[in-house]
Nanobody, 128 residues
Framework: QLQLVESGGGLVQPGGSLRLSCTAS???????IGWFRQAPGKEREGVSC????????NSADSVKGRFTISRDNAKNTVYLQMNNLKPEDTATYYC??????????????????????WGQGTQVTVSS
C-alpha cells in the first residue's frame, strides 16, 4: 500500500503562486505521478503528470507555461509549482500514482489508466 499526502494548498490572489507537494509513504520511484483537480460541479481534470525519472511530463493546455511538475525521488515527493494563478484554477487538487509499467505520463493525464492510489486532496482557492 502507498499513502499519498498532499499539502501546500490555500487561498491566493489572482496572479499569485503556490507550490503543492505530494509525499508518499513508500518508494515513489516505481510510480508515475499525476496531479488532478476537481472543481464543484465539474469533472475531474488531469493537470500535470510526470514519469518516474522526471524526464517525461505532460500538462493540460490550460496550465502550460504557468504550472511546472517535478519530483524528488530521494524525498518521495512530487511538486506542482503553480504561478500566475487564475480564479478558474480554484479546485481541490489531488495526486495519484500508477505503477510505472502500467502507464506513461501522457496516458495518465488523459485518464486512460486505472489509478492505483489517490491522496486526500488539498484545496486551492484563487480569489481577490
Amino acid at each position: 500500500q502507498l499513502q499519498l499526502v498532499e499539502s501546500g494548498g490555500g487561498l491566493v490572489q489572482p496572479g499569485g503562486s503556490l507550490r503543492l507537494s505530494c509525499t508518499a509513504s513508500g518508494l515513489l520511484l516505481e510510480y508515475v505521478i499525476g496531479w488532478f483537480r476537481q472543481a464543484p460541479g465539474k469533472e475531474r481534470e488531469g493537470v500535470s503528470c510526470i514519469g518516474t525519472s522526471g524526464g517525461s511530463t505532460n500538462s493540460a493546455d490550460s496550465v502550460k507555461g504557468r504550472f511546472t511538475i517535478s519530483r524528488d525521488n530521494a524525498k518521495n515527493t512530487v511538486y506542482l509549482q503553480m504561478n500566475n494563478l487564475k480564479p478558474e484554477d480554484t479546485a481541490t487538487y489531488y495526486c495519484t500514482a500508477v505503477l510505472r509499467y502500467k502507464t506513461t505520463a501522457q496516458a495518465m493525464c488523459a485518464g486512460k489508466v486505472d489509478y492505483d492510489y489517490w491522496g486526500q486532496g488539498t484545496q486551492v482557492t484563487v480569489s481577490s
